[in-house]
Nanobody, 116 residues
Framework: QVQLVESGGGLVQPEGSLRLSCAAS????????MGWYRQAPGKQREFVAR???????AYADSVKGRFTISRDNGKNTVYLQMNSVKPEDTAVYYC??????????WGQGTQVTVSS
């Protein structure tokens, strides 16, 4: 049974920092591309960041230079370090594990609210 469990969300002030974690189980973690997506109220889910099994990364333009994705294959965990957050970063953040169309898994999401 595949499980992705996000943690680390919460309320943060503008220009503050937050680190999200996603612990995976039930998959061969090191072989998966791990990613973060987010969905704000009334909007579609959007891509935030991805780290491929080989270590290369990709970021949405809106977070480039502020967010950093990393992974610890020994702990089956992917992280999203969020710095200089803005109110428009407010959303539910979802962890994704992707290997193929039939091996595409999602976590339950963690709320991030940026507000003073």
């Amino acid at each position: 049974q595949v499980q992705l469990v996000e943690s680390g969300g919460g309320l943060v002030q503008p220009e503050g920092s937050l680190r999200l974690s996603c612990a995976a189980s039930g998959i061969m973690f090191s072989t998966y591309a791990m990613g973060w997506y987010r969905q704000a109220p009334g909007k579609q889910r959007e891509f935030v960041a991805r780290m491929f099994s080989g270590g290369s990364t990709a970021y949405a333009d809106s977070v480039k230079g502020r967010f950093t994705i990393s992974r610890d294959n020994g702990k089956n965990t992917v992280y999203l370090q969020m710095n200089s957050v803005k109110p428009e970063d407010t959303a539910v953040y979802y962890c994704n594990a992707y290997l193929s169309r039939s091996r595409d898994y999602w976590g339950q999401g963690t709320q991030v609210t940026v507000s003073s």
